[in-house]
């Protein structure tokens, strides 16, 4: 299809049986074209600028996936389980028994009160009325508030404030073991009751920041405070995403310089650059019309966007600069280039799009919405970079100096690409393939640890040493606690939930999932019930049973924390505090309820997995694992699909497709060793890896057959190819590996990683298309046979 | 491998009950689940240990029973039929054992605390109780026909005691086997008594085959919890429970009289000092008391602790060390004139003591077991 054109040869150039009707359509209306785009792109700067950070927690999670679905449908009843913040006041010198500590942390309980987002009724500080001490006496019960009644500050208070805490039982959970910080807890709500609006995460970060950290440190030098929780977690992150504009902005200067040194020309230069960036706009006003905004996900999109853009621009001025050369003025060098390269240009990027799209089959809401905006952003590509770009270069031309350098350029680099040529060479294809192969296996025994899911501790999207997992640390060495909740929901008939059967269920699944590795401990109605019952037999452990007898399970739990039971006594929650949130952890833990929840099938009960941070990742978990095979399979096919309708011949697909899949394989393997887990963030890079990679194929491909059929040996035509669009390539895959390479300096760990693994992808699918294409092609091509099967084509018309 | 083991017997175990047909037979039923095999036995609560010869053995939470030969360094778990909680044990020698619990088990052993089986439980106790009070009910009523008149109201006045009683106990079986039994002491192989919650009290003669309701030889209307039965040098015998009561047997548990009581919260062990007719009791909030002539009169012994206390143990020389709530622990080196604190520093609850030597002390209570070497230089 397309060497029919590149058959024509120049003289047909302006006849008109030669254009094709879109080359007539686009240069026959040049002008018009140009207001046009411009007043489109003055419209979508517009929207682009509205555009606002968007990561609500439902985007975040597999919506459809049962676990999820079974959290939502009781998210009423689970209210204070999922989220929360925790705020640990330290001091710094002597203990938290002190006069001004105390004063303090009254002070910033107040204010954690008054946070916009906070759920009040449910604060727990040890100056709030709901924490209580209980002693038993020979009379029965005897209690009070933590706070001793009439407290002044005198040591005399503080003496009885401190009896009191070891009363409570709140040590290891609200008061440190070593007696150097206090946990104020923090329900948050996650729609305002007043307003209807939902939390604004970046705002509640900010205001913990501000009206906690900052004034209360300021305050009083001898405390230091430390929060986490989820929606700390997230205003973090979105702080972090800002960042970003600034790497884009570096990316984009290190674009130029090495353009301008690549091309030796301004228009050669700003152009693509233009173009690309009007791309972006199009593609973020696109998303702000489509109601979208940018998470710490997409965020990924409008660079790839420019990327892909640069990659493009630097083939037409490549066209264009070697037409100039040729002695054609600039709108025929812009009409030869766009005639050249609008056919292997649009299936590039049909085929990115097509990449892109395959992350559809990952029901997670930013995945999803990742692949729809990467498609616009890259549907908007073809427009600019392939119809703008080559308008304007026909308005401006390469430069003289341009065309200078490309001449020289041609003669005194021939030498170099004649020694490239040579990995068209039997021999050295031979040593290539070798080397392809045991790189391939070595890739395949190194990925095997590939892991889904976080590798680390405390909270991965951010880095290890991030002040968020510092503090993070800080209250997992400090108390009792972890930050990795797994909820069962235990359904019942109504009032049924405390029945004897139900909380021996519970009991059961408690204890087996406390023998679990990776379990720290458990907590659920039962675990309350057998306190109490001990509590109420004058706290003697012998008791520390449930009864059998549901009036003394009654009384048990009629204290019982709010969020155990819901107000209909029809679900209760069981805890499963986690060690970790690796994907393992996670998997064991599913598997071992699961299986308790089959093998105890009845009626009195129903276990409904799952809520909790480590519920809602190990869902993620899931539907990523079961996606990531598919994902690959499809996007591969769709590739080759792609290939084959292109150039109607397996063996070209075969050379396209194998070095990207070498690709996709290394950078499991790379991901194996970095430690770095398919997750959320990663896997979309896994196909965009692929998406992008192909477009250096196809162009390689496309003059490599085209001077072939033109009855050049192959190592010439390889050679032929590599000093026209080759070198194009192997600029693009620097500039772009370079520029992706500023990501790896995020404060965020997940940019950092995606920035890590698209710096991989780009610098070796380009190697893979100049170095392993052409081995290929010396053992699957036949360069006889492509041209008797051309002539017999065209003989055919 | 293993949970899947132990699901598969639970559902097995369910499979079994179901046929029974007893309401109490639900699905894997504490009183007819094994002891899940687990290494958490011997770091999770455990209430009360004991030696058994040379082999040391304890007993706790979900029918754990776990025993150790090398002196609590390593410990295995025993084959347990329950997965309730158990709460005593008791061996008269190193082979025969006897362990109580929830549900008013009683397990038994006679291979030194490897291989248990299941004597008695709430069940059979409910209907015990039962008979015997429908027995005496029939019998006051047959008596009330033919008493002469000066003694009728007084046997009427028993007749409604002893409906009362059966009505209770009718009750109770409604609830099902929820009680505990809270202490075990055997005699020899062949006699031992159990005591447990409101009141539960059953004697023995033949090793635990068969059991006698013994409540009604105390004087215990009220049914006030029974917490703990032991001999002490010279052979008197004392059972001590709720709201300060001490009851006292010197013929070998035939007859008990109830003692005047120093205190009248709840007492929950006793013990002797290898002493004769030198007796402690000691109970909530550090309460402590001290008797030289078989609990005719006591003295409060002064400790400065709050918490409760739960436990004693004697070894050689005169030491004495008390254990309690919140990881208390007090040591006397005289036959318990005065006791020194040392508590614990994880704060967890203590439940029981035994001397390994006359320096060293194994403890165990809610995190499990722990051995405290050379006791002498605890300051």
């Given at each position: 299809?397309?060497?029919?054109?590149?058959?024509?040869?120049?003289?047909?150039?302006?006849?008109?049986?030669?254009?094709?009707?879109?080359?007539?359509l686009?240069?026959?209306?040049?002008?018009?074209?140009?207001?046009?785009?411009?007043?489109?792109?003055?419209?979508?700067?517009?929207?682009?600028?509205?555009?606002?950070?968007d990561?609500?927690?439902?985007?975040?999670?597999?919506?459809?996936?049962?676990?999820?679905?079974?959290?939502?449908?009781?998210r009423?009843?689970?209210?204070?389980?999922?989220?929360?913040?925790?705020?640990?006041?330290?001091?710094?010198?002597?203990?938290?028994?002190?006069?001004?500590?105390?004063?303090?942390?009254?002070?910033i309980?107040?204010?954690?009160?008054?946070?916009?987002?906070?759920?009040?009724?449910?604060?727990?500080?040890?100056?709030?009325?709901?924490?209580?001490?209980?002693?038993?006496?020979?009379?029965?019960?005897?209690?009070?508030?933590?706070?001793?009644?009439?407290?002044?500050?005198?040591?005399?208070?503080?003496?009885?404030?401190?009896?009191?805490?070891?009363?409570?039982?709140?040590?290891?959970?609200?008061?440190?073991?070593?007696?150097?910080?206090?946990?104020?807890?923090?329900?948050?709500?996650?729609?305002?009751?007043?307003?209807?609006?939902?939390?604004?995460?970046?705002?509640?970060?900010?205001?913990?920041?501000?009206?906690?950290?900052?004034?209360?440190?300021?305050?009083?030098?001898?405390?230091?405070?430390?929060?986490?929780?989820?929606?700390?977690?997230?205003?973090?992150?979105?702080?972090?995403?800002?960042?970003?504009?600034?790497?884009?902005?570096?990316?984009?200067?290190?674009?130029?310089?090495?353009?301008?040194?690549?091309s030796?020309?301004?228009?050669?230069?700003?152009?693509?650059?233009?173009?690309?960036?009007?791309?972006?706009?199009?593609?973020?006003?696109?998303?702000?019309?489509?109601?979208?905004?940018?998470?710490?996900?997409?965020?990924?999109?409008?660079?790839?966007?420019?990327?892909?853009?640069?990659?493009?621009?630097?083939?037409?001025?490549?066209?264009?600069?070697?037409?100039?050369?040729?002695?054609?003025?600039?709108?025929?060098?812009?009409?030869?280039?766009?005639?050249?390269?609008?056919?292997?240009?649009?299936?590039a990027?049909?085929?990115?799009?097509?990449?892109?799209?395959t992350?559809?089959?990952i029901?997670?809401?930013?995945?999803?919405?990742?692949?729809?905006?990467?498609?616009?952003?890259?549907?908007?590509?073809?427009?600019?970079?392939?119809?703008?770009?080559?308008?304007?270069?026909?308005?401006?031309?390469?430069?003289k100096?341009?065309?200078?350098?490309?001449?020289?350029?041609?003669?005194?680099?021939?030498?170099?690409?004649?020694?490239?040529?040579?990995?068209?060479?039997?021999?050295?294809?031979?040593?290539?393939?070798?080397?392809?192969?045991?790189?391939?296996g070595?890739?395949?025994?190194?990925?095997?640890?590939?892991?889904?899911?976080?590798?680390?501790?405390?909270?991965?999207?951010?880095?290890?040493?991030?002040?968020?997992?510092?503090?993070?640390?800080?209250?997992?060495?400090?108390?009792?606690?972890?930050?990795?909740?797994?909820?069962?929901?235990?359904?019942?008939?109504?009032?049924?939930?405390?029945?004897?059967?139900?909380?021996?269920?519970?009991?059961?699944?408690?204890?087996?999932?406390?023998?679990?590795?990776?379990?720290?401990?458990?907590?659920?109605?039962?675990?309350?019930?057998?306190?109490?019952?001990k509590?109420?037999?004058?706290?003697?452990?012998?008791?520390?049973?449930?009864?059998?007898?549901?009036?003394?399970?009654?009384?048990?739990?009629?204290?019982?924390?709010?969020?155990?039971?819901?107000?209909?006594?029809?679900?209760?929650?069981?805890?499963?505090?986690?060690?970790?949130?690796?994907?393992?952890?996670?998997?064991?833990?599913?598997?071992t309820?699961?299986?308790?929840?089959?093998?105890?099938?009845?009626?009195?009960?129903?276990?409904?997995?799952?809520?909790?941070?480590?519920?809602?990742?190990?869902?993620?978990?899931?539907?990523?694992?079961?996606?990531?095979?598919?994902?690959l399979?499809?996007?591969?096919?769709?590739?080759?699909?792609?290939?084959?309708?292109?150039?109607?011949?397996?063996?070209?697909?075969?050379?396209?497709?194998?070095?990207?899949?070498?690709?996709?394989?290394?950078?499991?393997?790379?991901?194996?060793?970095?430690?770095?887990?398919?997750?959320?963030?990663?896997?979309?890079?896994?196909?965009?890896?692929?998406?992008?990679?192909?477009?250096?194929?196809?162009?390689?491909?496309?003059?490599?057959?085209?001077?072939?059929?033109?009855?050049?040996?192959?190592?010439?035509?390889?050679?032929?190819?590599?000093?026209?669009?080759?070198?194009?390539?192997?600029?693009?895959?620097?500039?772009?590996?370079i520029?992706?390479?500023?990501?790896?300096?995020?404060?965020?760990?997940?940019?950092?990683?995606?920035?890590?693994?698209?710096?991989?992808?780009?610098?070796?699918?380009?190697?893979?298309?100049?170095?392993?294409?052409?081995?290929?092609?010396?053992?699957?091509?036949?360069?006889?046979?492509?041209?008797?099967?051309?002539?017999?084509?065209?003989?055919?018309? | 491998?293993?949970l899947?083991?132990?699901?598969?017997?639970?559902?097995?175990a369910?499979?079994?009950?179901?046929?029974?047909?007893?309401?109490?037979?639900?699905?894997?039923?504490?009183?007819?689940?094994?002891?899940?095999?687990?290494?958490?036995?011997?770091?999770?609560?455990?209430?009360?240990?004991?030696?058994?010869?040379?082999?040391?053995?304890?007993?706790?939470?979900?029918?754990?029973?776990?025993?150790?030969?090398?002196?609590?360094?390593?410990?295995?778990?025993?084959?347990?039929?329950?997965?309730?909680?158990?709460?005593?044990?008791?061996?008269?020698?190193?082979?025969?054992?006897?362990?109580?619990?929830?549900?008013?088990v009683?397990?038994?052993?006679?291979?030194?605390?490897?291989?248990?089986s299941?004597?008695?439980?709430?069940?059979?106790?409910?209907?015990?109780?039962?008979?015997?009070?429908?027995?005496?009910?029939?019998?006051?009523?047959?008596?009330?026909?033919?008493?002469?008149?000066?003694?009728?109201?007084?046997?009427?006045?028993?007749?409604?005691?002893?409906?009362?009683?059966?009505?209770?106990?009718?009750?109770d079986?409604?609830?099902?086997?929820?009680?505990?039994?809270?202490?075990?002491?055997?005699?020899?192989?062949?006699?031992?008594?159990?005591?447990?919650?409101?009141?539960?009290?059953?004697?023995t003669?033949?090793?635990?085959?068969?059991?006698?309701?013994?409540?009604?030889?105390?004087?215990?209307?009220?049914?006030?919890?029974?917490?703990?039965?032991?001999?002490?040098?010279?052979?008197?015998?004392?059972?001590?429970?709720?709201?300060?009561?001490?009851?006292?047997?010197?013929?070998?548990?035939?007859?008990?009289?109830?003692?005047?009581s120093?205190?009248?919260?709840?007492?929950?062990?006793?013990?002797?000092?290898?002493?004769?007719?030198?007796?402690?009791?000691?109970?909530?909030?550090?309460?402590?008391?001290?008797?030289?002539?078989?609990?005719?009169?006591?003295?409060?012994?002064?400790?400065?602790?709050?918490?409760?206390?739960?436990?004693?143990?004697?070894?050689?020389?005169?030491?004495?060390?008390?254990v309690?709530?919140?990881?208390?622990?007090?040591?006397?080196?005289?036959?318990?004139?005065?006791?020194?604190?040392?508590?614990?520093?994880?704060?967890?609850?203590?439940?029981?003591?035994t001397?390994?030597?006359?320096?060293?002390?194994?403890?165990?209570?809610?995190?499990?077991?722990?051995?405290?070497?050379?006791?002498?230089?605890?300051?």
């Amino acid at each position: 299809m397309s060497n029919k054109l590149h058959d024509q040869g120049d003289h047909f150039i302006l006849t008109p049986k030669a254009e094709p009707w879109l080359e007539r359509l686009v240069f026959n209306n040049r002008l018009i074209i140009l207001i046009a785009f411009l007043a489109i792109t003055v419209f979508m700067a517009f929207s682009a600028a509205k555009i606002k950070p968007d990561s609500s927690f439902e985007r975040l999670i597999p919506l459809e996936h049962p676990y999820i679905q079974n959290m939502l449908e009781n998210r009423d009843d689970l209210e204070n389980l999922g989220n929360s913040i925790r705020i640990a006041v330290a001091v710094e010198e002597g203990d938290i028994f002190t006069d001004s500590y105390m004063e303090t942390l009254k002070q910033i309980t107040d204010e954690v009160f008054y946070l916009r987002g906070v759920d009040r009724s449910g604060v727990r500080s040890v100056w709030t009325p709901n924490v209580r001490w209980v002693e038993v006496t020979e009379e029965g019960f005897q209690g009070g508030t933590v706070i001793p009644d009439g407290y002044n500050g005198s040591q005399e208070s503080l003496d009885k404030l401190r009896q009191n805490i070891l009363r409570s039982g709140e040590v290891g959970r609200l008061v440190a073991d070593n007696f150097r910080s206090v946990i104020i807890y923090a329900p948050l709500l996650e729609v305002d009751p007043d307003t209807g609006q939902s939390l604004n995460y970046e705002q509640f970060s900010r205001d913990l920041e501000t009206n906690i950290r900052e004034k209360f440190q300021a305050q009083n030098p001898n405390i230091h405070i430390y929060a986490i929780g989820f929606a700390k977690k997230l205003g973090d992150l979105i702080e972090g995403m800002r960042s970003v504009v600034l790497f884009f902005l570096v990316a984009i200067v290190l674009t130029i310089v090495l353009l301008y040194w690549y091309s030796r020309c301004w228009s050669g230069t700003l152009t693509p650059v233009l173009a690309s960036i009007v791309a972006v706009i199009w593609q973020v006003g696109i998303l702000r019309l489509l109601g979208y905004g940018i998470d710490p996900y997409s965020i990924l999109v409008p660079f790839l966007v420019f990327a892909i853009g640069i990659s493009h621009g630097v083939q037409i001025v490549n066209a264009m600069s070697i037409e100039s050369a040729r002695g054609f003025d600039a709108t025929t060098s812009a009409r030869l280039a766009f005639r050249a390269l609008y056919i292997p240009g649009m299936l590039a990027l049909v085929s990115d799009a097509m990449g892109f799209l395959t992350l559809l089959f990952i029901k997670i809401d930013v995945i999803k919405d990742l692949a729809v905006t990467a498609s616009i952003g890259v549907a908007v590509i073809i427009i600019t970079n392939l119809v703008l770009h080559p308008i304007i270069l026909s308005y401006v031309g390469i430069t003289k100096s341009g065309i200078k350098h490309q001449k020289n350029r041609g003669e005194e680099r021939d030498r170099k690409w004649l020694r490239m040529s040579y990995f068209a060479h039997p021999s050295v294809a031979r040593v290539s393939l070798l080397i392809a192969l045991v790189g391939a296996g070595l890739g395949i025994y190194y990925k095997q640890g590939l892991k889904i899911g976080d590798l680390d501790k405390g909270a991965a999207e951010l880095r290890p040493d991030s002040r968020y997992n510092r503090d993070n640390d800080f209250i997992i060495n400090n108390y009792s606690t972890s930050s990795d909740v797994m909820v069962v929901m235990v359904k019942t008939d109504r009032e049924k939930c405390s029945s004897y059967p139900v909380m021996k269920g519970m009991d059961d699944l408690q204890w087996v999932l406390e023998n679990t590795p990776g379990v720290e401990s458990t907590a659920s109605l039962a675990t309350v019930s057998k306190i109490v019952t001990k509590a109420l037999n004058e706290g003697n452990f012998k008791w520390y049973e449930l009864s059998r007898n549901q009036q003394i399970i009654n009384s048990s739990i009629q204290r019982a924390p709010s969020g155990l039971v819901n107000s209909d006594c029809s679900m209760t929650p069981l805890l499963a505090f986690l060690e970790d949130h690796k994907a393992e952890t996670l998997q064991r833990v599913v598997d071992t309820i699961e299986a308790f929840s089959r093998e105890n099938a009845n009626d009195d009960y129903q276990l409904l997995l799952a809520a909790g941070n480590a519920g809602v990742d190990a869902a993620t978990n899931q539907v990523i694992s079961k996606a990531k095979d598919l994902m690959l399979i499809f996007v591969y096919s769709v590739v080759s699909v792609l290939c084959f309708v292109t150039f109607r011949s397996i063996r070209a697909v075969l050379c396209i497709v194998v070095p990207l899949g070498l690709t996709s394989i290394l950078c499991e393997a790379l991901m194996t060793q970095m430690g770095i887990g398919i997750k959320v963030e990663t896997l979309p890079v896994i196909a965009l890896g692929v998406g992008i990679g192909v477009d250096y194929g196809i162009y390689i491909y496309t003059k490599f057959e085209y001077y072939i059929l033109e009855g050049k040996s192959l190592q010439d035509a390889y050679f032929e190819t590599l000093r026209s669009t080759g070198k194009a390539v192997m600029f693009t895959g620097i500039t772009l590996a370079i520029g992706v390479c500023t990501w790896i300096f995020s404060p965020i760990k997940l940019q950092a990683n995606m920035g890590l693994l698209l710096f991989f992808m780009f610098l070796w699918n380009m190697v893979g298309a100049l170095w392993l294409l052409p081995a290929l092609a010396r053992f699957l091509l036949n360069p006889e046979k492509m041209v008797a099967k051309a002539k017999a084509a065209e003989g055919g018309v | 491998m293993k949970l899947t083991t132990v699901l598969r017997k639970m559902t097995f175990a369910c499979a079994l009950c179901a046929s029974l047909n007893s309401p109490w037979s639900l699905a894997g039923d504490v009183l007819s689940t094994p002891a899940m095999k687990t290494e958490l036995a011997s770091s999770t609560l455990l209430v009360d240990v004991v030696k058994a010869g040379e082999r040391l053995v304890a007993v706790g939470q979900r029918g754990h029973i776990i025993y150790s030969d090398d002196q609590g360094g390593s410990w295995t778990q025993a084959n347990s039929p329950v997965s309730t909680l158990l709460t005593s044990l008791y061996f008269v020698d190193a082979k025969q054992g006897w362990a109580v619990g929830h549900g008013a088990v009683v397990l038994h052993t006679e291979d030194g605390g490897v291989n248990w089986s299941k004597q008695f439980d709430g069940v059979a106790a409910n209907e015990m109780v039962i008979a015997q009070a429908q027995k005496r009910v029939a019998n006051l009523k047959e008596q009330l026909e033919t008493a002469p008149e000066e003694e009728a109201s007084d046997l009427e006045y028993q007749l409604e005691d002893a409906s009362f009683a059966l009505e209770d106990a009718m009750a109770d079986a409604e609830v099902g086997p929820g009680k505990p039994l809270l202490d075990v002491w055997f005699k020899n192989a062949q006699e031992g008594f159990v005591v447990g919650a409101y009141g539960f009290f059953f004697h023995t003669e033949d090793g635990g085959a068969s059991w006698t309701n013994w409540a009604p030889r105390l004087e215990n209307t009220e049914r006030f919890h029974l917490n703990a039965i032991a001999q002490i040098t010279g052979g008197a015998m004392f059972i001590v429970g709720e709201a300060g009561y001490v009851f006292r047997s010197t013929d070998f548990g035939e007859t008990w009289e109830t003692l005047e009581s120093p205190y009248d919260g709840s007492l929950f062990g006793v013990s002797g000092n290898g002493n004769v007719n030198e007796v402690f009791v000691f109970g909530l909030r550090g309460h402590l008391f001290y008797s030289q002539d078989s609990g005719s009169t006591w003295d409060r012994v002064g400790v400065d602790v709050e918490e409760s206390l739960m436990s004693a143990a004697v070894g050689e020389g005169g030491r004495i060390a008390v254990v309690g709530n919140s990881g208390v622990m007090l040591l006397s080196q005289n036959f318990g004139e005065d006791f020194k604190v040392h508590p614990q520093a994880n704060r967890l609850g203590l439940l029981a003591a035994t001397f390994l030597s006359p320096d060293q002390l194994l403890l165990v209570g809610e995190g499990g077991v722990n051995v405290l070497k050379s006791i002498s230089k605890l300051n």
